[in-house]
């Protein structure tokens, strides 16, 4: 028998519901439990400093190579309050709220980072959530306490609700660059954007990463975008006026004109990103938000358990 709450869990039905708690503990528990072992188990499991050994206890945590230099017995202390601190980074910027009919980006956005946000806390892992557009306009920083999910939730809420709530461009490089400030320990950053920024090179969102991974952050990029149009330009063969949600600009265009063009510049703009990606190591995961957001979710899930 089908599991009824898969309805549920399509974009444009979930688009309809209010209560974003629901929708994250659908997906979560009825697709992303029973992965019991998490992938990212031991990740922020960091080595604090040493402390004499004591006879009796397990040698596993001996430090061998100061034992060579010292002959003196001394065990690693570890950082273990949480396996992971997850940190989801959420573009809010006007951008994001394309399209206007079904499922936005930026409703998208929100049910994929409060699933994230509530498997982290079941896994007894800690997260916060920052969000973002020219700056950032709310920060929460990382908790593994269940309370922590309601004022990240109610914020998501008040986006969803108010969506003129932030009427803004985007800068991602800064942002950035300012949370990578914040973090005192390595953190897990999850970024959900659509990649569009107004004014900013490829570049500068690069130094940006780059600045997160040297203090040894592990990032996923989840490129939000609806591929049917944004990618793959298909739209209807006749005159066209297209407005630019983060510049007001509009223009008029021919689809059947520029289609061929266009998707090649988006190809090859993707395949530098994705590689810029890999040589960063980064994980880049595309996102087509026709796609219901469970099977995002738990094909990365997979995919990362499996090869790391």
């Known amino acids: 028998m089908a599991n009824p709450s898969i309805k549920y869990l399509d974009p444009i039905v979930v688009s309809k519901l209010k209560n974003i708690e629901v929708k994250a503990k659908l997906i979560v528990e009825g697709f992303i439990t029973g992965m019991h072992?998490?992938?990212?188990?031991?990740f922020s499991v960091e080595f604090a400093e040493h402390r004499p050994y004591n006879p009796g206890e397990s040698l596993k945590n001996v430090d061998w190579k100061v034992f060579g230099k010292t002959n003196k017995l001394f065990s690693k202390k570890f950082e273990e309050e949480t396996n992971l601190r997850c940190?989801?980074?959420?573009?809010?910027?006007?951008?994001?709220?394309?399209?206007?009919?079904?499922?936005?980006?930026?409703?998208y956005g929100a049910y994929l980072s409060a699933a994230l946000q509530y498997m982290m806390?079941?896994?007894?892992?800690?997260?916060?959530?920052?969000?973002?557009?020219?700056?950032?306009?709310?920060?929460?920083?990382?908790?593994?306490?269940?309370s922590w999910l309601v004022?990240?939730?109610?914020?998501?809420?008040?986006?969803?609700?108010?969506?003129?709530?932030?009427?803004?461009?985007?800068?991602?490089?800064?942002?950035?660059?300012?949370?990578a400030l914040k973090f005192h320990?390595?953190?897990?950053?999850?970024?959900?954007?659509?990649?569009?920024?107004?004014?900013?090179?490829?570049?500068?969102?690069?130094?940006a990463l780059q600045h997160l991974r040297?203090?040894?952050?592990?990032?996923?990029?989840?490129?939000?975008?609806?591929?049917?149009?944004?990618?793959?330009?298909?739209?209807?063969?006749?005159?066209?006026?297209?407005?630019?949600?983060?510049?007001?600009?509009?223009?008029?265009?021919?689809?059947?004109?520029?289609?061929d063009q266009y998707q090649e510049m988006m190809k090859q703009h993707k395949a530098k990103f994705k590689q810029r990606c890999y040589e960063y190591s980064i994980d880049f995961v595309e996102v087509d938000i026709r796609q219901p957001y469970d099977k995002v979710l738990t094909d990365?899930?997979?995919?990362?358990s499996s090869i790391k």
């Open 87 to 107: 940190e989801v980074v959420f573009d809010v910027s006007d951008s994001m709220k394309y399209p206007q009919k079904g499922i936005s980006k930026l409703e």
């Open 300 to 304: 990365y899930l997979i995919k990362r």
């Open 121 to 146: 806390i079941r896994q007894r892992d800690a997260v916060g959530m920052t969000l973002f557009d020219e700056e950032i306009r709310f920060s929460l920083p990382p908790k593994s306490k269940n």
């Open 185 to 207: 320990r390595r953190s897990f950053v999850v970024l959900v954007t659509d990649l569009f920024n107004q004014g900013e090179d490829m570049d500068a969102l690069f130094k």
């Open 214 to 259: 040297h203090q040894k952050n592990e990032i996923i990029v989840f490129h939000l975008l609806d591929k049917e149009t944004e990618e793959e330009f298909a739209f209807p063969n006749r005159p066209l006026i297209l407005k630019d949600l983060e510049t007001g600009e509009r223009i008029e265009v021919q689809p059947n004109q520029i289609r």
């Open 151 to 179: 004022p990240m939730y109610a914020q998501l809420e008040e986006v969803l609700a108010n969506k003129d709530y932030f009427t803004h461009k985007t800068a991602t490089a800064k942002v950035l660059h300012q949370v």
């Open 37 to 42: 072992k998490s992938p990212y188990h031991g």
